[in-house]
């Protein structure tokens, strides 16, 4: 059996409680988190997610709308863009697929597969053209779009 060694660190009480309540929800341990988080830094020699700034609004004038959803207790981001919406990286997706997954969101899900880690977390932003579009890649399943995303600035408090 390898050494074990004692990992410390200090982190503000407010971040250590919304990861806490993270990995409530998710049925993590913290230890076993910042295990897992350890050995996924060690097994790609770099850090599991991607350090980079957000992007910035397609127009200056009017910020893109953020929307939050939660399925299978993991949350995801969408902006809205000139464009169509971004699912943002961190948003977790749900593992796996259902009978019920459109053709198009089971072919999105195959296409960004390297894009997801093991944990279901997205590594960088991801375009649809739907709100429709990226709920489904997200629940694996058939889902509309304006039930499941929720306007950040009227969420009700578990979106939040």
């Known amino acids: 059996m390898p050494r074990q060694t004692t990992v410390t660190f200090e982190i503000d009480r407010r971040t250590a409680d919304e990861a806490r309540n993270v990995l ?75 009978a019920s997954i459109p053709d198009s969101a089971r072919s999105a899900r195959r296409a960004h597969a390297a894009d997801v880690d093991d944990t279901g977390t997205l590594l960088r932003d991801i375009p649809f053209a739907s709100k429709s579009a990226a709920a489904c890649f997200v629940c694996g399943g058939s889902v509309s779009g304006n039930v499941f995303w929720h306007d950040v600035r009227r969420a009700p408090d578990g979106l939040r």
């Open 24 to 98: 409530a929800e998710i049925g993590l341990a913290e230890r076993d988190a910042i295990k897992l988080f350890f050995r996924q830094i060690a097994i790609r020699r770099a850090l599991p997610f991607a350090l980079e700034a957000p992007p910035l609004p397609a127009r200056e004038s009017s910020p893109p709308v953020a929307y939050r959803g939660k399925t299978h207790g993991r949350r995801a981001m969408l902006g809205e863009t000139a464009d169509g919406f971004v699912l943002l990286a961190g948003s977790r997706i749900a593992p796996g697929v259902g």
